[in-house]
């Protein structure tokens, strides 16, 4: 029986492309991207004021809100920025660490390294989160840490979330990053070095080129794991960002909190599309 | 082989977008399966215990001393979900995942009105006689004449302050939302995230502006409210922590991180006996600063789609018996609804300390009820809540 | 790469200020974790062992902690095979549409985790009338899993060459052979790893937990949001977060030496891309 239904799809590649995409594509696609669509389907809906209750009519109140409503710009914006700078610090931080990891350790080294990188990521976001805001807050470590140099610490705010959000995404960032530098051939940078220039210049000019599309993939998670993220924020600041405030009108409002969640969807498929064509995606 | 490959690789990808299609149709069909409308009918009889009961509750209202001894009794093990918002009780009671919900006042009436709690029929209820009076019958728990819950305690909201960093002690709202002197906090204050506290500031301008004319403040119309908003977004600067979690807020105060903000009892407790130094204002004031507060005035009330109803009336019957309920009010620090818990109470001063048996004190307590666009005098150019609800968010910027 | 003394240390030092950064938070749980007091002033006032008592008798913990490996379980079981399907579709055929499914299987992840939790629940309770439970967690945590497998074994599929494959079918063997004697056990290694990374991803989820779950059941970083601001209980918090760090570290270390095994079929290059790319979460 094996025999024969592996005879019958000897000859029918496209077929064997089928029956093997078959599984993974009613679930991605019909339950992820349809309950996606359901949802951005929901945005054109309004909802009644008194019962709670959606009303399935098309209507454009709820895009209308989100542009002339100066708020929600303010809060896009912040959001986006935050995301942004995130990202940058990230990158800062990941790659002379992910150098070191992959040009400049040795074997041993390397391993504890990768082990070290990748051990945070296994403990609790939620305890993370945690652990920055009794660092952040007014008796807390930083504060503790700053005091007797007459410096305070930045408190809960804008300047929190974006430190906490750097601490949490960073690995992500880390490690494609250090593959991408692990599959720079040492010849390239011996030959660098042979031609007569310096480290910073070798650096600049053939080590950054070529792993650039591994630190756009990594700064597609830094990107959307700020974008839409509303524990951090609410446990380190009062602000508002996309993600609060789609978690604020969750519960009595839900076609408004999809058109709000349209807005991150629509910036990660940019900055997707983005990405692919920057080569990212062989580095993910 | 290509083409034939292409060919049928896009019948492939119509068929998958057919499914989504689909799907879409189906969303658009379906989901209008609680339109209970009016809202089911009435349990004639208590049966057997159903083995267990889901509640939703506010922080305080569902603890073991008193839990334990009812799942003793019954058989009904209590599954408890603490909201801190009354925007998160609705949502919670609309998935129909629980069978009963402490609902404050501007909870009930879009309970009601969305179908998600049925009517309680209080004869199966027999401690519900001995409720005070004045908790029977109102506009929060009763709709059309026919009763949607049984009440829990009422409450005032507390303003409280750090008794060691701010002096001197206050007896006004001023020191949150008087822009003068609430700027000497800036950074440490502590206010409610939830779009009724729009009500608070408009409880404020009654005393402080009256010629804006404000009766009620969950009926605005457009100047009161704008003045309202304007009031809040000046205070907005000198906020440290909006709290919607009452264990957030009892860290905060903890953590030196908020100084002065308003609260509830069970904070207030919670913090005393961690040693910590809050003050509150006191009985003799009615625990109430000059303008008086909002507060709450609390009712359980059944799932329209409960799936332990039996279990539902016995821990409603529960939570209003003279011990529990005296037991329930001594733990928040709140009112009780029943009467005879005054003499079960382990102060004997309780009922009185916290007006119980009076009245005419709560006509200065503002219980939280639902903003609608009737205005109840004939007018219906009030806010109603979807306004409310926009408004808090540009107030938090 | 030849640097300089003073760069070598330069470069020494940021990679300590990094390190720092990531592991003094986690240190400064781990302190909370032995606190004598309930509240978090730093520094704190005295050490004891007391919690690790309280959060051992905890009911509720260990009753999250083993929801938590049931779900992951399952959902990495399902993400495996979802994974490996479409890996190897698109890394052993051509077809139209090849690079779509590269950019859907990645989507679950790269969109904000309460815009799939929102999503989905919705489709659960409203589209599809099904109550949440841990069904419905499973079936999230799958989705978002199946990219971590995906990633693993197609970087894989890239570097070992099909010819052994053809090589297999050309001496007489079955597709079903030649997938059980060649395919697998190159694929092997990957599969552990991606299965391993699927598990903690899935272990540590909470924003689409919070969305996809029913009302009786709890995951262990359901628990801790929890309890995370009762003062009575945030001791507790901490230990059982330093425990799963700890516990942690023997999965990690099994990940990161799987990935490292050639499993015999090499594309080419050495060592280095092999376990940079298997051990690459995303």
Known sequence: MGRRLAGFLHGRPRLQVGSLLAGPAAWLVVGYLGSLAVLLVSAFWTVDPLSGEVVKGFSLENFESLINEPVYRTIIGRTVLIAAAVTVTDALIALPIAFYMAKVASRRGKALLVVGVLLPLWSSYLVKVLSWRTMLSEDGVINWALNPFGLEGPGYGITAVWLVASYLWLPYMILPIYAGLERIPNSLISASEDLGAKPLTTFRRVILPLVFPAVVAGSIFTFSLTLGDYIAPRLVSNSQFIGTAIFANITNDLPFAAALALVPIVVMIAYLAVARKLGAFEHI | ?397 | MRLSKRASMGLRAMVGIGLAFIYVPLLVIAIYAFNSSKILKWPPPGLTLDWFAKAWENESVKEAFVTSIEVALVATAIALVLGTLASLAVGRHRFFGRETVSFLVVLPIALPGIVTGVALSNTFTQVLGIGLGLFTVVVAHATFCIVVVYNNVIARLRRTSASFEEASADLGATTWQTFRYVTVPSLRTALAAGGLLAFALSFDEIIVTTFTLGAGEETLPIWIFRNLFRPTQLPVVDVVALVVVLLSIVPVYLAHRLSREEGGVTGGRGGGPVEAEATNVP
């Not at chain 2, 404050?104 to 049925?118: F, I, P, Q, T």
């Not at chain 2, 609608?372 to 968010?393: F, M, P, Q, S």
């Open chain 2, 1 to 397: 082989m290509r083409g034939k490959d292409a060919h049928s690789a896009r019948t492939a990808w119509l068929v998958v977008a057919g499914l989504v299609a689909f799907m879409l149709i189906l969303a658009g069909c379906g989901g209008s399966d609680d339109d209970g409308g009016d809202g089911g009918e009435e349990l004639q009889k208590i049966g057997k215990g159903e083995g267990q009961v889901d509640l939703i509750s506010w922080a305080g209202y569902v603890e073991p001393e008193w839990a334990k001894p009812f799942e003793q009794k019954t058989g009904c093990t209590v599954n408890n979900k603490v909201a801190g918002t009354s925007d998160e009780m609705v949502q919670l009671m609309r998935t129909g995942e629980y069978d009963g919900v402490s609902a404050s006042g501007n909870a009930s009436a879009r309970l009601v009105d969305g179908g998600d709690v049925a009517p309680v029929n209080v004869d199966l209820v027999p401690n519900y006689e001995t409720v005070f009076d004045d908790l029977k019958d109102q506009p929060y728990n009763t709709f059309d004449g026919v009763h949607y819950g049984i009440p829990h305690g009422r409450g005032a909201n507390l303003l409280m302050w750090n008794s060691d960093s701010v002096e001197p002690a206050p007896d006004s709202w001023d020191v949150m939302l008087d822009p003068k002197v609430a700027s000497k906090y800036k950074g440490k204050i502590s206010a409610y995230d939830d779009p009724i506290y729009i009500a608070d500031a408009a409880v404020y301008l009654m005393t402080h502006q009256p010629d804006l004319g404000i009766e009620n403040p969950y009926e605005l119309n457009q100047e009161q409210f704008d003045a309202a908003v304007q009031l809040l977004e000046e205070q907005q600067p000198n906020v440290g922590e909006y709290w919607s979690e009452a264990a957030k807020q009892i860290s905060a105060f903890a953590n030196g991180d908020s100084e002065v903000g308003t609260t509830w009892q069970y904070q207030y407790f919670a913090l005393q006996e961690e040693g910590e130094p809050v003050a509150a204002s006191p009985a003799s004031q009615g625990f109430l600063p000059k303008e008086g507060a909002t507060g709450w005035s609390d009712t359980w009330m059944l799932s329209n789609v409960a799936k332990h109803p039996n279990c539902m009336y016995e821990w409603m019957d529960w939570i209003v018996s003279p011990k529990v309920n005296a037991e329930v009010a001594e733990f928040f620090g709140e009112a009780p609804a029943q009467s005879l818990s005054c003499d079960e109470t382990a102060d004997k001063n309780f009922c009185a300390k916290y007006h119980a048996d009076n009245p005419a004190f709560w006509k200065r307590v503002y219980y939280w009820q639902t903003p609608l666009a009737d205005c109840g005098n004939g007018e219906e150019d009030c806010k109603d809540y979807n306004d409310w609800v926009r408004a808090w968010t540009t107030i938090k910027g």
